[in-house]
């Protein structure tokens, strides 16, 4: 191994995060973050649980683990507070999810289902077996990100998957409007460009991979029976055939907005359904969400979160 390669695999990797958030929030801003971290962990334990009812009017999934499990105990048990408890919940694992956190999330919000890693196997074998769809089961073993795209989008049915690092502060009347009408929506990016493996136009032209602009990860549902995976598989090769250099976040986007375009995908209303980017956002009141990212995760971890335990 070369001198290059050990630097950057035992100092330049694992102090990349620290650099990188140090960089964007100053030494400060990245303590107070760490700090405010630590407190939402303690805190996501002591929330008064909420019983997940039978008689449910959504049902949502979060792809989870280690390092996001309180994040994901304060998403949904702040949409679970706002349908009184009618909500079903999945939790997907990233590949760090244990019975732990599993119980943690429990603790907070009884009635969950966990999706064990055996279930999703064994039903990837039957819906996905690798001999017919290498590729796809590629993805899902290349980054996380597919875990969502993959686990959870196989399953039948219309399915719904929200990040974790989200806050609901009123009833998602336009996403309980979706379920019932098993229609596609997502959260609309609000920064200039889609994050794709090339040009929309390109991807249209040369590949015949339409897509819709816009697509933010956050909040992202459509009906799975209508997917027709040996088309998306093609898709996929053609994706890596041609950009072998792209990031799986870019793949996973490309493909993702490819879905929802070809079910006519509806744009959930940026006002109510916010996402932000600023570590000063000047959040608005008319939010029924809030999406915390870049460095908008400084008022996330420091501030927002308190604001549901008062």
């Known amino acids: 191994m070369t001198l290059g390669k050990i630097a950057y695999k035992y100092l330049f990797k694992p102090t990349f995060s620290v650099r990188y958030h140090i960089s964007h929030f100053g030494l400060r801003g990245w303590l107070n973050m760490q700090r405010g971290e630590q407190q939402m962990k303690k805190a996501a334990l002591k929330l008064p649980p909420v019983k997940l009812l039978t008689d449910k009017i959504l049902e949502v999934s979060f792809l989870t683990g280690a390092k996001y499990w309180h994040q994901t105990i304060f998403c949904a048990y702040t949409l679970a507070r706002h349908l009184d408890g009618r909500l079903g919940i999945k939790l997907y694992s990233d590949g760090t999810l244990t019975d732990e956190h599993i119980g943690f999330v429990?603790?907070?919000?009884?009635?969950?289902?966990?999706?064990?890693?055996?279930?999703?196997?064994?039903?990837?074998?039957?819906?996905?077996?690798?001999?017919?769809?290498?590729?796809?089961?590629?993805l899902r073993n290349w980054h996380p990100f597919f875990r969502?795209?993959?686990?959870?989008?196989?399953?039948?049915?219309?399915?719904?998957?929200?990040?974790?690092?989200?806050?609901?502060?009123?009833?998602?009347?336009?996403?309980?409007?979706?379920?019932?009408?098993?229609?596609?929506?997502?959260?609309r990016e609000q920064?200039?460009?889609?994050?794709?493996?090339?040009?929309?136009?390109?991807?249209?032209?040369?590949?015949?991979?339409?897509?819709?602009?816009?697509?933010?990860?956050?909040?992202?549902?459509?009906?799975?029976d209508k997917i027709d995976?040996?088309?998306?598989?093609?898709?996929?090769?053609?994706?890596?055939?041609?950009?072998?250099?792209?990031?799986?976040?870019?793949?996973?986007?490309?493909?993702m907005s490819y879905l929802l375009y070809h079910q006519n995908a509806e744009a959930l209303d940026e006002k109510s359904y916010s996402i932000f980017y600023d570590n000063k956002?000047?959040?608005?009141?008319?939010?029924?969400?809030r999406h915390y990212i870049f460095k908008a995760k400084l008022p996330y971890f420091t501030t927002e979160w308190k604001k549901v335990t008062r």
């Open 106 to 138: 429990n603790q907070v919000l009884p009635g969950i289902e966990a999706i064990s890693e055996q279930q999703v196997l064994q039903h990837l074998d039957v819906v996905l077996p690798q001999h017919h769809f290498p590729t796809l089961r590629y």
């Open 229 to 255: 995976y040996a088309h998306l598989e093609e898709k996929a090769r053609l994706l890596l055939q041609h950009y072998p250099h792209a990031g799986p976040a870019q793949v996973e986007q490309t493909l």
């Open 191 to 224: 920064l200039a460009s889609s994050y794709f493996v090339d040009n929309e136009d390109i991807l249209s032209d040369k590949h015949g991979i339409n897509c819709i602009k816009s697509v933010n990860g956050g909040i992202i549902a459509y009906d799975n």
């Open 281 to 289: 956002p000047g959040f608005k009141s008319q939010s029924i969400v």
């Open 148 to 187: 969502r795209l993959i686990d959870i989008h196989t399953s039948s049915s219309w399915a719904i998957h929200m990040d974790s690092d989200m806050i609901f502060f009123g009833k998602p009347d336009q996403i309980l409007e979706a379920y019932q009408q098993k229609t596609a929506v997502y959260m």
